[in-house]
């Protein structure tokens, strides 16, 4: 069954070349690929470099919980080391924010992620591509959310980083399983 996967991508460390990385990465994963606006902010929670926000939707037929790993491996590539403090900068997060409709809990994942309602990075990008669709928990659309939003406590500002040929890479995406004779 093919979903809707968004991911949020941050990056305050060498942000233009690790977001550029992680977009290519998607996009050879799932296909083509719906970007946000890139914008920039502070870090929110820690004194670090300002980081550089988008979200990602596609479509997919993995799990949650695959796509998930793949995004773990990515930021492993880019140098992302996890720490007990995980308000850090950080060279690449990327974050599973929905599965179609789905509510996941986990102790890897929780789907609906949280950080969408709490953060402007996360719900500004993802009002923007996906503005009637609507939160699986409270049944709000991302614009109503956006709308709601106390903006004054969360600067953020567009940055002109052009994603254009790294969003449509042609798809490794792995074939069906057959099954087992």
Same mark, same amino acid.
């Given at each position: 069954?093919?979903?809707?996967a ?7 460390? #060498? ?49 949650? !919980?695959?796509?998930?790993?793949y995004?773990? #491996? ?7 080391? =996890? ?36 953060y402007?990075?996360?719900l500004?990008?993802?009002? #923007? ?21 106390? =903006?004054?406590? !969360? ?8 994603? #254009? ?17």
């Amino acid at each position: 069954m093919t979903v809707r996967a968004y991911v949020s991508i941050g990056s305050n460390i #060498e942000p233009e070349a690790n977001v550029r990385c992680a977009v290519a990465e998607l996009a050879r994963r799932f296909g083509e690929l719906r970007l946000s606006s890139v914008y920039e902010s502070p870090a929110v929670g820690f004194d670090g470099g300002n980081f550089y926000n988008l979200v990602a939707g596609f479509d997919t037929d993995e799990s949650a !919980q695959e796509i998930a790993h793949y995004l773990r #491996e990515i930021e492993h590539r880019q140098g992302r080391v =996890k720490t007990v403090d995980r308000l850090a900068d950080r060279p690449l997060d990327l974050d599973l924010l929905l599965y179609g409709d789905a509510r996941i809990e986990t102790p890897e994942i929780t789907i609906p992620r949280p950080d969408i309602t709490r953060y402007a990075f996360v719900l500004l990008p993802l009002a #923007e591509i996906a503005p009637a669709e609507r939160h699986p928990i409270s049944g709000r659309s991302y614009a109503e959310l956006w709308d709601a939003f106390d =903006k004054r406590a !969360q600067p953020l500002w567009p940055v002109p980083l052009s994603l #254009e040929g790294l969003r449509n890479a042609p798809s490794a995406r792995r074939q069906p399983r057959s099954p087992d004779p």
